[in-house]
């Protein structure tokens, strides 16, 4: 009897044995195809490498020409990209103003009433076309906010020459027997009116502190779109009316909200 259970024990410790070795040779099988599962990925990866095409720039993907499984070239064109946040805008200038081109000269885009948007400079300039008589010159733009696209057609401004100055709405400007006025808000002791009101005048008892409109006569330049050029009688901070100045009398008091500051 007991032979018989030492006889079963060695027979059971046989087929462990067994199963143990059956259990490491499967283990060796599966790092043998762990290994060339990793040796054929790299060779993917390897080969994909030849396939992929990186742009030479980040930017929005437009038409997409090729289709899966289509022979593509080196020439052949696969999809646009399109790049927004630097623009290029391309202008003619005519042959009598091309001398004056300079490479950095500042040029302004501007919208459908005639406002700039956006400043750029010129970039390049090319030679004068014998045919056209015009320079075609190119400005670049920094696209902030993603407002322009590319194609786009817009119109631009070349400045020729700059200065500092005042600008305000032509709605601003009164006249009056041949001269110009623009009413400004100031408090009752720093304007003109106790110089300018008649003596009796209930006005000259408004308090030291209370906002008037004081009519102040200015030199205007040129006009400008919508906007008039003032080369005297403003300073830079000062209020102004730019609506229902019809309405509205020298010294007589009002609220700041009706008046602005001009750029």
Same mark, same amino acid.
């Given at each position: 009897m007991a032979q018989t259970e030492l006889n079963r024990a060695k027979a059971d410790a046989q087929a462990q044995q067994a199963a143990i070795a059956k259990g490491k040779?499967?283990?060796?099988?599966?790092?043998?195809?762990?290994?060339?599962?990793?040796?054929?990925?790299?060779?993917?990866?390897?080969?994909? /490498?030849?396939?992929?095409?990186?742009? =030479?720039? +980040?930017?929005? !993907?437009?038409?997409? %020409? &090729?289709?899966?499984?289509?022979?593509?070239?080196?020439?052949?064109?696969?999809?646009?990209?399109?790049?927004?946040?630097?623009?290029?805008v391309q202008f003619q200038v005519s042959s009598e103003r091309s001398s004056k081109l300079k490479q950095g000269q500042v040029v302004k885009l501007l919208d459908d009433k005639?406002?700039?948007?956006?400043?750029?400079?010129? /970039?390049?300039?090319?030679?004068?076309? =014998?045919? +056209?008589?015009? !320079?075609?010159?190119? %400005? &670049?733009?920094?696209?902030v906010g993603d407002v322009l696209r590319t194609?786009?057609?817009?119109?631009?401004?070349?400045?020729?020459?700059s200065h500092s100055g005042l600008l305000v709405p032509a709605t601003?400007?009164?006249?009056?027997?041949?001269?110009?006025?623009?009413f400004v808000g100031q408090p009752f002791q720093n304007s003109d009116c106790k110089a300018t009101l008649p003596k009796?005048?209930?006005?000259?008892?408004?308090e030291p502190d209370r906002m008037v409109a004081n009519q102040q006569s200015v030199q205007l330049g040129k006009i400008i779109g919508n906007n008039q050029e003032v080369l005297e009688g403003l300073s830079p901070g000062d209020r102004i009316a730019i609506s229902n100045i019809m309405q509205l009398q020298n010294c007589i008091p009002i609220t700041t909200e009706t008046f602005v500051t001009p750029g």
């Open positions: 040779a499967q283990i060796v099988r599966n790092q043998k195809a762990v290994e060339q599962a990793k040796a054929n990925l790299s060779e993917g990866n390897a080969q994909l /490498s030849n396939y992929t095409i990186a742009a =030479p720039f +980040s930017g929005v !993907v437009g038409n997409i %020409a &090729a289709k899966p499984g289509a022979m593509a070239s080196a020439t052949t064109p696969l999809l646009t990209l399109t790049q927004n946040e630097q623009l290029e005639n406002r700039a948007v956006r400043s750029g400079r010129i /970039s390049s300039i090319s030679p004068l076309d =014998p045919i +056209s008589q015009s !320079v075609r010159a190119k %400005a &670049a733009f920094t696209n194609s786009k057609f817009v119109r631009a401004r070349v400045i020729w020459n601003a400007i009164s006249r009056l027997e041949g001269k110009d006025f623009i009796g005048s209930p006005l000259l008892k408004i």
